[in-house]
């Protein structure tokens, strides 16, 4: 009979417990709150580009920027002295095409090294959107080794460039490659893998550029002259043909955007399904007002004797 | 080192008191084994009976009772599953008796549950915070793919899983790394296989396992939470003896054996996949390799009633080799190697000591060749040490520990990107600590552990001290009040992905990052409520502080200063449990609960504000029953609740259009972090094992499903975007990616030779 009672004990005992957790061990719930998104870039030496001006949408609705586009913003960008004082200041005007798009009334050359202010006044919006970059600095192309390369043949393309130069950390970069001749047959295995003659997730337009990860200068050799010795690598390239290669250095804007923009998808050490929030410059909004210097070459890539067997 | 083994005999002779003391009492000492196989047991309870004057063995099986009153009286000694052994004893003053205690097996009872007045008495050495689990609790524990260690561990209250798919121990707010994981005496630092889905600890090798939970005691260090203490079979003194299994992802076999000085212990196991993966290979994703192994062998040589010596080693490893896409290979090799030589020396009846060298190598090498650009990364962590630790009992009311451990720490991190090497970290460490410890036990009612570590890292010039106090009040024989306090330092933190422990990382503190250190405060009680039944209460609070992690925005640590790589941040734990156990009888099992919270705060994530880590739950509940239907069968069913993983919903989302890095859109998230909680997790394992005969052989069918009633619990959300009928219009999509989501088979097929 003792025994019975404690084995009804030991089963009532979980059942109760279960059933109490379960009746109290809810969701919790956020709530959505519209906000303003800024996108604006600066490449040093290169005219100021166009604001996009728009807001945030609910994560279950569409984010259509026709929709969420916001008019009638004051928007203008300050070249600021070594002190924070403004030196010189740059109206915006909206476009009369486009609703949410703002470009320089003066289409000014960005100066590297130097702060930009931006602001926008939004009416019906009490706070001023704020948010600062400071430009890296210009960097140039002194010789390429070649102009023409067989897809992981055993010469890289490599490029010796300039060093750029910015504040407090070492120069970050982000390579690009643009196919000039976007054709199915011209795709690496790798692409035409992920193409999948058509029927998978990516159309040709998808891989027509593509962008490396974000890679310290660190990587590459620092010659005796000063200049660097910048190796593009195959993992960037998904056409064989002429290609249009970039080099960005970034600022820190643009830097702290990408590493938590990635983080969101994953690509941490964060575990999944912890997504953290964008670390942004914006002040009183979302987005990024980021710059960087960039540098351009052309490359053809030869497919090799093996290719398409 | 010589100075400092010096400073602990001087220690050592400045505490003994002197001879003349001793000359009106007696001792008992010896080792306790189960008579079977000769194999030492751990914690067994030995005592005088009618008094409460008694002792639990040590981690070498070895019991002292001292300032013993000479004459007559019966000596007693117990431990869980064994017939309790009496002994008439005669002690004259002065007299040192050795008395080594071997244990039979109690005999399965079907028709009656065993109560009798010795199983009243029988009590378990429970320690503040410590739980203890019993190789045959593992072995009959339904489970994926292979009985598991840690697994096991997770049942208990106070541990957690990060998911069905992680063997990872989250042991009362901490993280995986805040435990020290220890085979015989040696630090193991990944022990995962399968990516992390099960331990490398094979079931069939293994003795004993012991948990710290917290509060644990100055004889251990190096983490802020946790210890688990394992340790492997001396191999059976009797008879050459043996057992062999086949499972579904592996097979496994283990023999022992006597010889004329001792004994000794293979123990193997490997994943038997390959002919599946083989025949699979035309099937898109499939690994063209894939295996793992591990092995682990002991050798004991008996020197003298007095000098036992023994040789432990281990290896394992994983190899995985896949290529998911056209031009893209994946290769995965990570591994551990341990070997340690232990001796245990027992200088009287007082005085017993143990000496242990220990090497420990973790390996972590992945590579990948994306369209002929590759990708290396080298971890190694190469562990070279020695301890020793005394234990001195001079009398009743003291017993004395003291000890060191030092060693050489090598850590290296080497990423090669596209034949270049981007980063080469190599860290280098002396490392050492020494511990004193005095229990201290007024009277039967009272005990008092008070301890002081201290602990020295060579990288960084790190000197910490780290006290330890423990109270123990037993106002009646099967009643424990329990006080605990500890401080703890740790100078490593892994970087493990959740998802695929063969990356983990692990790093050290350096000049600039500072050791991570907490403090822990534990209370609880603990009963013994006769007829086989325990039920434990335990409290806790502790604190994370300068907890260092790799910054998780930092995509590339090329010529990044060391101690940039990181980011700095603190945390804190409190929690409830509660464990009832039921030991006996042919239905025994466990309940156990635990109400907890943990919260961490780290730059950059969620504005440094404190946030919920994913294993965080606020409730967590485990039931496992076990019940004898007959001679044959017995069942098993284990199961599980927990509160729902925190998780990231976001409620808003935008995109950049103008991207200059070639992206069409670029997506963002508006959310708060950690600010959700997935649905409960609940789950219930079924097992049966068939005990029988198989050409003549003892064998054991068992049969197991897991997930019984299909319970989909989800495991992590994620979002994708896509264009909705115009590049400027966006529309993100929820995927939830489920744990284990269907009923599991599992079977296994065993046979004792």
């Known amino acids: ?309 | 080192m010589k100075n400092l083994l010096l400073l602990l005999f001087v220690c050592v002779v400045a505490v003994v008191p002197p001879a003349y003391a001793q000359q009106q009492t007696a001792s008992i000492s010896g080792f306790v084994t189960d008579e079977t196989n000769g194999e030492t047991l751990l914690l067994a309870n030995v005592f005088i009976v009618g008094t409460t004057t008694g002792a639990a063995t040590n981690n070498a099986g070895y019991y002292t009772l001292t300032g013993l009153e000479p004459g007559s009286f019966v000596l007693a000694c117990t431990y869980l599953g064994f017939q309790e052994q009496r002994f008439e004893i005669m002690l004259e003053p002065g007299q040192e008796l050795r008395l080594d205690i071997a244990l039979v097996p109690e005999g399965v009872t079907f028709d009656e549950v065993i109560v009798t007045a010795a199983a009243d008495l029988q009590e378990e050495n429970k320690r503040i915070g410590v739980s203890q689990l019993s190789v045959q609790t593992v072995k009959q524990l339904p489970t994926v793919l292979e009985p598991d260690v840690f697994r096991s561990l997770q049942l208990l209250p106070g541990v957690k899983a990060a998911s069905d798919f992680s063997s990872g121990l989250y042991i009362r707010g901490g993280s995986p790394d805040q435990t020290l994981i220890l085979l015989d005496r040696t630090t193991v630092y990944n022990p995962s296989h399968f990516f992390g889905f099960f331990s490398t600890f094979n079931p069939d090798a293994i003795k004993d396992v012991r948990l710290f939970k917290g509060g644990y005691p100055a004889e251990y260090g190096g983490r802020l939470g946790a210890v688990v203490d394992v340790y492997n079979k001396d191999g059976n003194r009797r008879k050459t003896a043996g057992t062999a299994s086949i499972g579904l992802l592996a097979s496994r076999a283990m023999v022992e054996g006597p010889y004329s000085k001792g004994s000794w212990m293979v123990a193997v196991r490997r994943s038997t996949i390959d002919p599946l993966l083989n025949a699979l290979q035309d099937t898109d994703g499939i690994p063209e390799k894939y295996y793992f192994f591990d092995v682990n062998t002991k050798v004991n040589f008996d020197a003298s009633d007095n000098d036992k010596f023994s040789v432990a080693a281990y290896a394992g490893q994983d190899k995985l080799n896949v290529s998911p896409l056209d031009d893209f290979d994946i290769s995965v090799l990570y591994g551990n190697r341990t070997i340690s030589a232990n001796w245990t020396h027992i200088f009287s009846n007082s005085l017993f000591s143990n000496f242990t060298v220990t090497a420990s190598r973790y390996f972590s090498e992945p590579e990948f060749d994306l369209q002929g650009t590759g990708f290396e990364r080298t971890n190694t962590v190469t562990d070279v040490s020695a301890r020793g630790d005394f234990e001195y009992i001079p009398n009743e009311e003291h017993a004395l520990s003291l000890g060191f451990w030092a060693g050489n720490f090598v850590m290296k991190l080497e990423d090669i990107f596209d034949g270049s090497i981007s980063l080469d970290e190599r860290i280098q460490s002396v490392y050492a600590s020494a511990y004193v410890q005095e229990t201290y036990t007024p009277n039967p009612l009272w005990e008092i552990r008070g301890g002081l570590r201290t602990s020295f890292f060579n990288e960084g010039d790190f000197l910490r001290l780290e006290p330890r106090l423990s109270l123990e009040h037993r106002p009646v024989a099967n009643v424990r009040f329990q006080l605990g306090y500890g401080r703890y330092y740790q100078y490593l933190t892994l970087i493990t992905g959740e998802l695929f422990s063969a990356f983990d990382i692990w790093l050290t503190t350096d000049d600039g990052i500072r050791p991570a250190y907490g403090d822990q405060f534990v209370g609880g009680v603990k009963t013994n409520l006769g007829d086989g039944y325990n039920l434990d209460v335990e409290l806790y609070y502790r604190t994370m502080e300068d907890l260092f992690i790799l910054d998780p925005f930092l995509p590339d640590g090329a010529g990044v200063p060391y101690e940039d790589l990181f980011i700095v941040g603190n945390g804190d734990a409190w929690g409830t449990e509660v464990f009832l156990e039921k030991t006996r009888g042919r239905l025994n099992g466990f309940i156990g609960y635990t109400l907890g919270q943990t919260r961490r705060r780290f730059p950059n994530i969620n504005d440094f504000e404190y946030y919920t880590p994913k294993y965080d739950r606020t409730h967590d509940l485990n039931m496992v029953v076990n019940y004898d239907l007959s001679r044959k069968w017995r069942a098993t069913a284990v199961f599980s609740y927990g509160t729902g993983q925190a998780y990231t919903e976001p409620n808003g989302q935008y995109s950049l259009l103008d991207d200059p890095f070639g992206e069409a859109s670029r997506n963002g998230l508006v959310s708060e972090f950690n600010g959700n909680r997935l649905d409960p997790y609940h789950r219930l394992d079924l097992g049966f094992s068939r005990f029988g005969k198989f050409f003549k052989l003892e064998s054991e069918l068992q049969l197991q499903v897991i997930n019984v009633y299909g319970r989909s619990n989800d495991w992590f959300v994620f979002y994708e975007f896509e264009e909705d009928g115009a590049a400027d219009r966006i529309v993100a999509e929820r995927n939830t990616v489920p744990q284990i989501p269907i009923p599991l088979p599992n079977v296994s097929f065993t046979v004792r030779f």
């Open chain 1, 1 to 309: 009979m003792k025994r019975f009672f404690h084995h009804r004990i030991l089963g009532l005992l979980a059942l109760g417990i279960a059933l109490t957790l379960t009746a109290c061990d809810g969701n919790d719930n956020t709530t959505f709150e519209r906000e303003y998104v800024v996108e604006n870039y600066l490449f040093a030496g290169e005219p100021l580009t166009h604001v996009r001006l728009s807001q945030t949408a609910g994560v279950d609705e569409a984010w259509d920027f026709n929709e969420l586009a916001v008019s009638n913003a004051t928007v203008r960008v300050d070249l600021l002295d070594d002190q924070g004082n403004i030196e010189q200041t740059y109206s915006y005007s909206e476009s009369r095409a486009q609703r949410g798009l703002y470009f320089p009334d003066v289409p000014e050359d960005v100066l590297p090294l130097r702060t930009y202010r931006l602001e926008i006044d939004v009416p019906d919006f009490d706070r001023l959107i704020s948010a600062e970059t400071l430009v890296p600095d210009t960097f140039s192309v002194i010789t390429t080794r070649l102009d023409t390369v067989v897809f992981q043949g055993s010469e890289q393309f490599e490029v010796d460039v300039t060093r750029s130069f910015y504040p407090t950390r070492q120069n970050v970069f982000i390579f690009t490659t643009e196919a000039l001749d976007v054709r199915e047959e011209l795709l690496t295995p790798l692409a035409a893998d992920l193409y999948d003659g058509g029927d998978g997730d990516f159309t040709l337009e998808d891989f027509r550029r593509t962008s490396s990860p974000i890679l310290n200068e660190a990587n590459y050799t620092v010659n005796a002259d000063g200049s660097l010795t910048i190796g593009f690598p195959w993992i960037a390239v998904a056409f064989l043909g002429p290609n249009e290669l970039t080099a960005n250095a970034i600022d820190q804007n643009v830097f702290n955007y990408i590493t938590s923009n990635d983080a969101q998808g994953g690509g941490s050490t964060l575990s999944p399904g912890e997504i953290p929030n964008i670390n942004d410059p914006i002040e009183n909004g979302r987005g990024i007002f980021g710059s960087m210097a960039r540098q351009m070459t052309e490359l053809f890539i030869l497919p090799p004797p093996d290719f398409g067997n």
